[in-house]
């Protein structure tokens, strides 16, 4: 075999014969011309030396050295694993992708027609039954035509060589100049070769070396294996193929870009019906079986590779990029980055995921139809299952792809940076039901009341190591306004979650200390931001300023729904090889980040951002069953968020800009005109559109609630909206100082340490309806 064509910058016109005017040669030319060929066949020393050139002096002694550097080198051939595609599957068991470095399907003898195997022994090597690693007849053979044309126009490699070359090219993957020095035509190249062979022939079969040979020879068009090569030239198995077929496919190995069936028909059909031709002259086919084959036509089917995440449908390109990043970042599939890497360029893998192609199809119409393409904002969806982590849908506005001019992008909106997705989007009030999580945590109740003026200062508060401190009291970036002027406590922790108020979460973090915030963020697998860079301890913490991914939303709400339980994100539930063997995948990995009984809070106090007078209130499913969920709209309305969940599944939609931060005001999304976009206006219709397709078959599963007193605000007096009795001095409970309802004192010294920033941040992530 020749297969220098494997690489196109290695390969040009090298099998191409030139006819020369003939000249009669002298023994000595002969001779000259045996050396020649016999080095660049392997022999030059071996051969030479024992039985043809004795008396050839200087050549004789050249030769002698030789033979003796090939007993040198070491027989420890091994093959490397055969680098195979890979095939991700929802999970259903549809198909997501194929990816591959080598489009490659390893089968068996059994799975080959006997004919594709007859033809590439009779076109390449017409006695490989007959010889060993070594034809002396092919050889003798070789030297005479090649002595009468006056160049190098016969080869005698055997077979068992041409794999041999062919396991050196595999060796070199895709370093182009290993692999030109694994092609190249040296003395030491052959000696090599030839002694690897002479090792295979005495460990493997005749049938061994053949199979071997048909699974890593390169037919063209990025089909590596006989199996690859008949489903892209005639999309069927190779135990399917007819005699005109296999014989193209035998013929193709030789040079596959000068054969190549489709630009070169003429020269395709050509070199077919000389593999036919040989067939009958070995007789293993008749006269009128090959008259037959060469009245057929080519007959092409031909496919074109497909390969990637960017052949992907219904929009799980970017999950499959996210599986892909699993594979080459988790340590369970390897203790190295070069582990981890060598497993996926090697392949061969079936890959099980979590994707539900129903919920995923749920997502994508809904990311679709709501936000156009062409519009200058995008919008992204993950869905999550509770209690599990699983990932059940991933989708967004922009396909996968590198076409800018059809807004294409491979930049995964859903993930962190290191996933395969950008720094991520502001969450902003998105990230309250955190702050109210962290402090039931640290003891406070769920009737917990702060006075929450309409605008106050950013108050000092305690951090991990020390203590921020607002150095711009008074000044407008040393204040923290509430969304709407009527927006003035006292406020419990319902009331001001349903009604989104900032200043009650900013006394709030006051009191229980920036630190626990943080520390509850990282429990519900929230370490950092998408960028990957750490939380920063800033009082706006609470109020969503800090950049995250869906993903790490749905699955923060996913933990509220599983009753205080964090499972880690999970796309993976199974991986087999081409051979059926289990690869091990990483375990479910489920932590308490709450107690029970803090989630059931939780839940109960989301349940009443969706119900009247909350600002989710508009957002119920189609099917009418219980959900929660929390509003989120960042600064100048450059994000809005919505992030809800049943009690058997949690979804997360971020609509924005990803790139220009596209203030969301006047603006035509899907069609349609908004003057001001809030989270319950621009991601929320998407959310309750996705979840109502979603839910559709799935059991109700409602959450377990406890009674969340609800006092209503009238002309600065409280009343509630059940049978307790309102909450006394509800018009003038101080922030700080006083008792609150934990029965600590409020307002805690700050501990010693350092200082904050000397301005807080530079956006409040709080605007919120």
């Known amino acids: 075999m020749s297969p220098k064509s494997r690489i196109a910058a290695a390969s040009g016109p090298g099998d191409t014969w030139v006819p020369r005017p003939r000249r009669r040669e002298t023994p000595i030319g002969i001779l000259r011309h045996a050396a020649t060929f016999l080095g660049a066949s392997v022999l030059g020393g071996v051969l030479l030396a024992g039985l043809i050139l004795p008396a050839a002096g200087a050549v004789g002694i050249g030769a002698k050295n030789t033979a003796e550097g090939f007993e040198s080198i070491p027989d420890d051939f091994k093959a490397p694993p055969l680098s195979q595609a890979t095939q991700i599957f929802d999970a259903k068991g549809g198909l997501i992708a194929k990816v591959y470095e080598r489009d490659r399907t390893v089968i068996s003898a059994d799975q080959m027609s006997p004919l594709i195997r007859t033809a590439q022994v009779d076109i390449e090597d017409a006695r490989f039954y007959e010889h060993g690693a070594v034809d002396l007849k092919g050889i003798l053979r070789a030297i005479s035509k090649n002595a009468e044309s006056g160049t190098t126009v016969q080869g005698a490699s055997t077979l068992t060589q041409q794999y041999v070359k062919n396991v050196n090219v595999e060796k070199a993957g895709d370093d182009v100049e290993a692999v030109r020095e694994a092609q190249r035509k040296t003395l030491g190249r052959k000696i090599q070769e030839l002694r690897y062979a002479i090792k295979l022939e005495e460990d493997l079969t005749k049938e061994q070396i053949l199979t071997n040979y048909l699974n890593i020879t390169f037919y063209g068009h990025q089909a590596y294996g006989i199996q690859a090569a008949s489903q892209r030239y005639f999309s069927k198995d190779a135990k399917d193929l007819n005699l005109p077929e296999a014989a193209m496919l035998a013929g193709l190995v030789q040079n596959p870009s000068q054969y190549d069936p489709k630009l070169h028909p003429v020269a395709a059909q050509k070199r077919r019906d000389t593999v036919i031709d040989k067939m009958v002259e070995n007789k293993h086919i008749t006269a009128a079986q090959a008259k037959e084959a060469k009245a057929a036509p080519l007959g092409l089917n031909y496919k074109d590779p497909q390969n990637g995440c960017i052949t992907a449908q219904a929009g799980m390109g970017f999950f499959c990029d996210y599986v892909r990043h699993v594979v080459k970042q988790d340590p369970a599939f390897g203790k190295s980055a070069a582990d981890r890497k060598k497993l996926w360029d090697t392949g061969g893998l079936n890959i099980y995921t979590t994707l539900d192609p129903d919920k995923q199809a749920a997502a994508q119409k809904a990311v679709s139809t709501k936000v156009y393409v062409t519009d200058p904002v995008s919008a992204a969806m993950t869905m999550v299952e509770p209690g599990s982590g699983r990932i059940l849908a991933m989708a967004q506005t922009r396909p996968y792809g590198l076409a800018k001019e059809k807004n294409e992008t491979v930049v995964n909106y859903n993930v962190d940076a290191a996933m395969g997705g950008g720094i991520g989007f502001q969450p902003g009030s998105n990230f309250k039901p955190i702050v109210a999580a962290a402090a039931l945590e640290a003891g406070l109740t769920s009737t917990q009341r702060y006075d929450s003026p309409n605008r106050m200062d950013w108050p000092t508060m305690r951090t991990c190591d020390g203590t921020w401190k607002n150095l711009n009291k008074g000044k407008k970036e040393g204040i923290i306004p509430n969304e709407s002027t009527s927006e003035v406590g006292p406020y419990e922790l319902k009331q001001a979650m349903a009604l989104s108020v900032n200043t009650y979460f900013v006394q709030m973090e006051q009191e229980i200390g920036l630190c626990a915030v943080k520390q509850m963020a990282n429990k519900l697998g929230m370490t950092g931001k ?47 090889t081409v051979a059926g063997t289990d690869v091990p995948v990483p375990p479910a990995r489920c932590t308490p980040a709450m107690s029970e009984d803090t989630a059931d809070v939780i839940n109960s106090v989301l349940l009443g951002v969706t119900e009247k007078g909350g600002t989710a209130r508009d957002l119920g499913l189609d099917d009418g069953r219980q959900i929660a969920g929390k509003t989120g709209t960042t600064d100048e309305k450059k994000s809005a968020w919505f992030t809800g969940y049943t009690g058997n599944l949690a979804g997360s939609v971020w609509l924005g800009s990803p790139g220009t931060k596209v203030p969301m005001r006047n603006i035509r999304i899907g069609g349609k005109y908004q003057a001001e976009v809030f989270g319950a206006t621009g991601p929320g219709p998407i959310w309750q559109q996705a979840m109502s397709d979603a839910v559709r078959g799935m059991p109700e599963k409602e959450f377990t609630t406890v009674y969340v007193p609800d006092p209503v605000r009238r002309d600065g007096n409280c009343t509630t909206s059940g049978a307790s009795p309102g909450p006394a001095g509800c018009t003038g409970a101080p922030a700080t100082g006083g008792w609150g309802s934990t029965g600590r004192p409020r307002g805690v010294n700050p501990a010693p340490g350092r200082t904050g920033p000397v301005t807080p941040p530079d956006a409040t992530g709080s605007e919120d309806q």
């Not at 990957?532 to 609470?542: C, F, Q």
């Not at 995250?548 to 993976?572: D, K």
């Open 530 to 576: 998408a960028s990957g860079d750490p939380l920063e301890e800033v009082p706006a913490l609470g109020l969503g300023t800090q950049e995250v991914s869906p993903l790490t939303m749905a699955n923060v709400y996913a933990t509220f729904a599983a009753r205080g339980t964090y499972c880690a994100p999970t796309a993976i539930s199974r991986i087999t």
